[in-house]
């Protein structure tokens, strides 16, 4: 990746800047059980990038009951900040991070709440870094839709075509590549 190609960098934080998805899906695991619904770990990361709430409101209708999307999103949150302890850091892409932070505008784009983002980035140490973090609470849309992400290059200034997006799931990359980023596929780095 030659850095001078782009103006912005974008990132998402679950998976990408934060390894917290084994704490996030033994959290799903034992909210979906409490409702009868079995939620695998393979159907957990087809959907990576997804909002809380949409996650809830699938698996129901896949389920073929009525869940209060909201109300178990919630549930499912704040069992996750009890496990919040067991989250790390992403070395290959914080380096990336580190390298581009003085230079270029940066920012976040997560399909996770702001507390829960604030809360990861904040244990990992590099809350501070980004300028902006753009959340599912600040977008209409969720991934696979590019709202999010263009939502962040316009925070940061930079148009969307002139970022480089990191994501760890395909509909994350998928959400960049519609907003017209260039796209880093973490799980190949």
């Avoid at 302890?85 to 784009?109: D, G």
């Avoid at 990191?166 to 590549?177: K, N, Q, R, S, V």
């Amino acid at each position: 990746m030659n850095k001078k190609e782009f103006r912005g960098y974008i990132f998402d934080c679950d998976g990408t800047l934060v390894d917290s998805m084994p704490a996030h899906y033994a959290a799903w695991n034992e909210i979906m059980l409490n409702y009868g619904v079995q939620f695998t770990e393979k159907r957990f990361y087809e959907l990576g990038g997804v909002s809380s709430d949409k996650i809830v409101a699938k698996l129901a209708e896949e389920a073929g009951i009525v869940l209060d999307a909201d109300a178990v999103s919630q549930e499912k949150e704040a069992l996750f900040l009890t496990k919040v302890h067991l989250v790390e850091p992403m070395s290959k892409v914080i380096q990336i991070v580190e390298e581009v932070r003085n230079n270029f505008p940066i920012a976040v784009a997560t399909g996770s709440t702001r507390e829960i983002a604030e809360i990861e980035l904040k244990k990992i140490g590099v809350y501070s870094w980004f300028q902006v973090i753009v959340t599912s609470e600040d977008v209409k849309r969720g991934k696979p839709f590019p709202d999010i992400y263009l939502e962040a290059a316009k925070r940061i200034g930079v148009p969307a075509k002139e970022c480089c997006a990191f994501e760890d799931t395909d509909l994350g990359l998928e959400a960049a590549e519609a907003a017209g980023m260039a796209v880093v596929d973490i799980r190949k780095i």
